[in-house]
């Protein structure tokens, strides 16, 4: 069971990060400008964070249920999200990728950075969380989830460290500039910010 409960983490939060969105987007955007030593920081530095984000998730989930205008707020905070992230690709996307003395530090609080300010997580776990309790696959035990945050933080480190991979070998068979991905992502940034709005827009203007 202790195995199991470490597994079912595991693949839950791998599954959790395989759509793109604002973490492995600027995982992909590190490890095209500083490499994969910067990537594997980030990585590192954003599981650990996943850990306890599980953990506090998991522990408030029927907390967080009961706030009526959670799936709003977590929107708006989205679309901030997306659209400075974007907008700060967008500005340095013609630069050149460059090492700087403070690079290391600054990819490793970056991903401590993403790992606190990352919404999408909390209706994922509240959904995937209230499935796998009440289909008795996990305990609610300290002990129990503790184990499963740990796989969670695991799976996370996996997917994001095949999506680093992925992007290297990706942009050495294609040979990208760094211009161009950085445009790229950029305008999925933009893209996804957008879709947010769009959706508050349907609920409260159009639907009504």
Same mark, same amino acid.
């Given at each position: 069971?202790?195995?199991?409960?470490?597994?079912?983490?595991?693949?839950?939060?791998?599954?959790?990060?395989?759509?793109?969105?604002?973490?492995?987007?600027?995982?992909?955007? &590190?490890?095209?400008?500083?490499?994969?030593?910067?990537?594997?920081?980030?990585?590192?530095?954003?599981?650990?964070?996943?850990?306890?984000?599980?953990?506090?998730?998991?522990?408030?989930?029927?907390?967080?249920?009961? !706030?009526?205008?959670?799936?709003?707020?977590?929107?708006?905070?989205?679309?901030?999200?997306?659209?400075?992230?974007?907008?700060?690709?967008?500005?340095?996307?013609?630069?050149?990728?460059?090492?700087?003395?403070?690079?290391?530090?600054?990819?490793?609080?970056?991903?401590?950075?993403?790992?606190?300010?990352?919404?999408? !997580?909390?209706?994922?776990?509240? &959904?995937?969380?209230?499935?796998?309790?009440?289909?008795?696959? &996990?305990?609610?035990?300290?002990?129990?989830?503790?184990?499963?945050?740990?796989?969670?933080?695991?799976?996370?480190?996996?997917?994001?460290?095949?999506?680093?991979?992925?992007?290297?070998?990706?942009?050495?068979?294609?040979?990208?500039?760094?211009?161009?991905?950085?445009?790229? &992502?950029?305008?999925?940034?933009?893209?996804?910010?957008?879709?947010?709005?769009?959706? !508050?827009?349907?609920?409260?203007?159009?639907?009504?």
């Amino acid at each position: 069971m202790i195995l199991l409960t470490f597994f079912i983490g595991l693949i839950a939060n791998f599954i959790g990060y395989i759509p793109p969105g604002n973490i492995n987007l600027a995982l992909v955007q &590190i490890t095209i400008n500083r490499g994969m030593k910067q990537a594997l920081q980030f990585i590192i530095a954003f599981s650990c964070v996943e850990f306890f984000f599980t953990y506090f998730i998991m522990n408030a989930a029927d907390w967080l249920s009961m !706030q009526v205008h959670l799936d709003t707020a977590i929107d708006w905070v989205m679309v901030a999200l997306f659209g400075t992230m974007g907008f700060v690709t967008w500005i340095h996307r013609k630069k050149p990728p460059k090492e700087s003395k403070n690079s290391s530090r600054d990819s490793i609080t970056y991903g401590i950075l993403l790992g606190f300010v990352n919404p999408m !997580q909390i209706p994922f776990w509240m &959904i995937t969380g209230t499935y796998l309790i009440t289909h008795e696959w &996990i305990e609610t035990g300290r002990w129990e989830l503790a184990l499963f945050s740990v796989g969670s933080a695991a799976g996370a480190f996996l997917c994001l460290f095949i999506y680093a991979k992925s992007a290297r070998y990706v942009r050495d068979k294609l040979d990208l500039s760094n211009k161009t991905i950085n445009t790229g &992502i950029a305008i999925l940034f933009f893209s996804f910010a957008a879709y947010h709005i769009v959706k !508050q827009l349907y609920l409260h203007v159009f639907r009504q």
